[in-house]
């Protein structure tokens, strides 16, 4: 069962008490991400992120490194577009050192100049990575191309430019700024007790802060579109998608169990057709994304530019006949299970877990137990298929996103 308490200083408390295990895990949530940045400070939430490694007043880079391996655990952070987590993983006799761990990077980072230096060369040299990649590539593109102009659609690692140009000084400042109490969740799962918990994080993250949350206010509109970048390799790198719902949606989980049928793992759709009959690529899904303000629903695929047009109209074929006929009662019942089973095993390691009461506190300041996410599963009607993917799959609405050797054009609406 999930807990959650508030400090006395607004930030939110969620454990989840495991005691069978060995192990604990442990996050800060700060709801910062690049859908919070200005256009010039592009990627600053991602930067920010790699300098709360490089040290404190009570330790240095290496330190902070060493701290969790030291005695067998982990240590780690990712940044997304509305969130920056650090976590743990450790032995439950651990669990003090990790919230003392944690709680000093995010309250006494210094970013030192000559750290903040070298880690922005990193980030620049992650950034050419990124370019590198085409199939990571070809998503930030997808995102661009379908969010144009709003903050959703710029890459969490930011540009070049936007990175090249950030100074010490605006990096702390958007440190004061975002990493406050209200604007934080400390999420726990393992082999802890709640009180105890609650005692040692209202010891530990003791600052006073501004009481407000940060919100996104700026409107979102998508936009149909299709773009391209050139890439001297050998394969295109395909995103198709449409806009999706936003992660408060009453339809959110239908739109999963829609997303996980028509290309969730290898007896989708999308493999069987694509992969398994026609032999046309090696690696095919698809996946959904889902904020505060709207998502979507993307299909990737990678293929030779001479068997593109093809993949394309399977990828649509699949998506209207959903939209058309819906599902039989067999492939919802397995796709349900299949999803059903995924989660409940994933609810056996704490790292999962603790994401899931993070993530979820998070984004919509509320728990749901895995007993109700599973019954909203299970809930999902053939009729709800069909309602929500005739929403969705309209041929208006798609977004086409293409890395490869050679630009292509196509009217999506023929190919349907």
């Not at 439950?92 to 050192?97: A, I, M, R, T, V």
Request: proline share 2%; charged share 25%.
């Amino acid at each position: 069962m999930a807990y959650k308490d508030v400090l006395p200083n607004g930030m939110r408390l969620v454990v989840e008490e495991m005691p069978h295990l060995y192990s604990v895990s442990t996050g800060i949530w700060v709801q910062t991400g690049a859908a919070h940045e200005q256009a010039q400070e592009g990627g600053i939430s991602h930067f920010l992120e790699h300098m709360l490694f490089k040290g404190t007043a009570k330790r240095n880079a290496k330190e902070i490194a060493i701290a969790m391996e030291e005695v067998g655990g982990q240590i780690n952070a990712f940044t997304s577009k509305e969130q920056t987590c650090y976590y743990t993983k450790c032995l439950d006799e651990n669990f003090e050192l990790s919230l003392d761990l944690l709680s000093d990077m995010y309250l006494n980072s210094l970013f030192d100049t000559q750290e903040f230096n070298k880690e922005k060369n990193v980030i620049l040299e992650e950034i050419n990575m990124y370019e590198d990649t085409p199939d990571d590539l070809v998503h930030d593109l997808f995102a661009a191309t379908l969010w144009q102009g709003h903050a959703y659609g710029r890459s969490v690692i930011g540009t070049k430019e936007t990175v090249g140009n950030t100074t010490r000084d605006q990096l702390a400042a958007y440190c004061r700024k975002t990493y406050l109490p209200a604007n934080t969740v400390l999420a726990v799962a393992g082999n802890v007790r709640r009180k105890d918990v609650y005692e040692m994080a209202a010891k530990y993250f003791a600052q006073d802060g501004a009481s407000d949350r940060i919100i996104i206010h700026d409107e979102l509109l998508p936009k149909a579109s299709s773009s391209f970048i050139q890439k001297d390799i050998e394969q295109m790198h395909i995103c198709l998608g449409i806009p999706g719902l936003k992660e408060d949606d009453k339809d959110y989980y239908v739109a999963n169990v829609l997303t996980s049928a028509l290309g969730g793992g290898a007896s989708s759709r999308l493999f069987q057709e694509a992969r398994e009959q026609r032999g046309l690529t090696y690696s095919i899904y698809s996946h959904m994304a889902a904020y505060s303000l709207g998502g979507y629903l993307v299909s990737y695929a990678s293929t030779s530019p001479n068997k593109l047009e093809e993949v394309l109209q399977v990828i649509l074929k699949e998506m209207m006949d959903i939209a058309k006929n819906g599902m039989s009662s067999e492939e919802l019942e397995r796709t349900k299970s299949q999803l059903k089973g995924g989660l409940l095993l994933g609810m056996e390691n704490t790292s999962n877990v603790m994401t899931r009461l993070g993530r979820m506190e998070s984004s919509l300041g509320r728990l749901e137990s895995t007993d109700e996410i599973v019954q909203k599963l299970m809930a999902v009607s053939c009729d709800d298929l069909r309602r929500v993917a005739s929403g969705l799959f309209n041929p208006e609405k798609f977004v086409l996103s293409l890395v490869g050797p050679e630009e292509k054009q196509f009217d999506l609406s023929a190919l349907v």
